[in-house]
């Protein structure tokens, strides 16, 4: 038996997982079905925003200079010289002692300056009286302000989510580069695992892993590849294995991680090189089983529904987002008071699932009802986890911690 059980911090774990994993290639798009994707290119702008001097508002486009000696009691009286709309062009150059009216949005007629807007002046027959004072390119969008030309605006590795969108058409961009989804194949692995809905032998249940991994896979902005359920027989395991390696970038199997005989992943990787077994001093979660099956990594998460899901949050998710081309991989995290004492069992890793709730800008936490790693309704009750580390105080109410929400 050629494969130890080794045993490494989260960290470390996490550390290995991620320097196993280079970002996938690219793709062009149609910027309308962006939502979501991660840049594989910086985006510069072609020209600067706005193009010319606008005007910020609704009112009159002047010389500021002419409205320098302005006051309540002597307002100054301009003629009114025309209108120009958002989208329209004056010809010309505005004479002094004369206003324009202009819209929202319109560039400014060459030679003003300034906009007052309408609810500062006062029309007098053809003219407008203006009773203040106000400094050069007052409600003004001036040229190059917003963005400079060749600037860049998005940044490689981040994600398009709608202001993106919107800043990708701003910039006469109909199609962005962006890097392809991962291929991610998901096995789940037990004897008595039986499929949704049907009937079962008893003491079979549903292979909800599975389920479970299909969204988490997705929500990590990656494709799902469903190989399946197999039984405890490593050869059929190896067999599925090969089957899904060609088309997957990243493989993941729940179950058979543990010690028992019966544990498939763990019995078929004592016998390859490859594929290393682990026991991780956390709490949910310890077994667990990484490497390469070829040249595609390869993670083999426990069976226990709440372990699978939080190993996955924890070690998996962020080694799926470099995978995706993100630069940002960590999940967010916030500091929460507990308003109801944590059970603390050990002075490990712990990941406790937690409720949060926010009142008045802070966030508070309480643990769910159940903190076993078999009872799956631990994680449908939760909004995150509370990540303590081994040196972390113990999360009684009144304190604060660090809580990761579920990612959706
Ligand atoms: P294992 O890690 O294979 O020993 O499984 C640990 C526990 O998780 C056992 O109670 C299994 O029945 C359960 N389990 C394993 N795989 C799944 C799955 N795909 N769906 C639901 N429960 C599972
Ligand atoms: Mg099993």
Redesign the pocket.
């Known amino acids: 038996m050629r494969n130890r059980i080794l045993t490494i911090s989260p960290i470390t774990m996490k550390r290995r997982i991620l320097a196993a994993v280079r970002p996938v290639g690219s793709e062009w798009i149609p910027i309308e079905l962006s939502r979501g994707r991660i840049l594989a290119e910086s985006v510069r702008s072609r020209y600067p925003s706005p193009r010319m001097h606008c005007s910020a508002m609704d009112g009159y486009a002047v010389h500021h200079q002419d409205l320098r000696v302005a006051s309540r009691s002597k307002p100054i009286r301009l003629t009114v010289w025309g209108e120009i709309g958002a989208g329209e062009r004056m010809r010309g150059k505005l004479p002094a002692d004369h206003a324009a009216r202009i819209m929202t949005g319109a560039p400014l007629p060459s030679g003003a300056d300034c906009v007052v807007p309408l609810e500062r002046i006062r029309l007098d027959g053809d003219d407008v009286l203006l009773f203040e004072h106000a400094p050069r390119f007052n409600d003004v969008r001036q040229a190059g302000s917003e963005i400079g030309r060749n600037q860049i605006v998005l940044l490689g590795g981040s994600m398009i989510g709608p202001a993106q969108m919107a800043m990708l058409a701003f910039l006469d961009r109909p199609r962005v580069r962006v890097h392809r989804r991962p291929r991610v194949g998901i096995i ?3 004897d ?2 039986g499929a949704v809905g049907q009937r079962r032998p008893y003491g079979h ?6 389920y479970g991994l299909l969204g988490l896979v997705e929500s990590a902005g990656c494709v799902p590849i469903d190989g399946g ?1 197999v039984g405890d027989q490593p050869a059929i395991l190896w067999k599925r294995l090969m089957r899904i390696l060609p088309r997957a970038d990243f493989i993941i199997t ?5 010690v ?1 005989d019966r ?1 498939v992943v763990k019995a078929l990787f004592h016998q390859k090189e490859a594929v290393n077994l682990y026991r991780l001093p956390i709490k949910p979660g310890k ?1 667990q089983a990484f490497g390469r099956i070829g040249r595609t990594p390869f993670f083999g998460l ?4 709440v372990s699978a899901m939080a190993v996955f949050d924890l070690i998996v998710r962020p080694a799926l987002r470099k995978l995706a081309g993100a630069a940002n991989v960590e999940s967010p995290r916030w500091t929460a008071t507990v308003t109801r004492d944590f059970p603390r069992k050990t002075r490990q890793w712990e990941f406790p699932r937690a409720a949060a709730c926010e009142r008045g800008g802070h966030w508070f936490v309480s643990p769910v009802a159940s903190q076993k790693s ?1 009872d799956l309704k631990s994680m449908t009750d939760a909004d995150g986890y509370v990540i303590l580390s081994p040196s972390s105080p113990p999360p009684v109410r009144g304190t604060d911690v660090v809580f990761m929400p579920l990612p959706t």
């Open positions: 789940s692995t037990g008595e695992l249940i549903p292979d909800s892993n599975r359920r729940s179950g058979g991680v543990s028992g544990d077994p426990p069976g226990n529904p078999s």
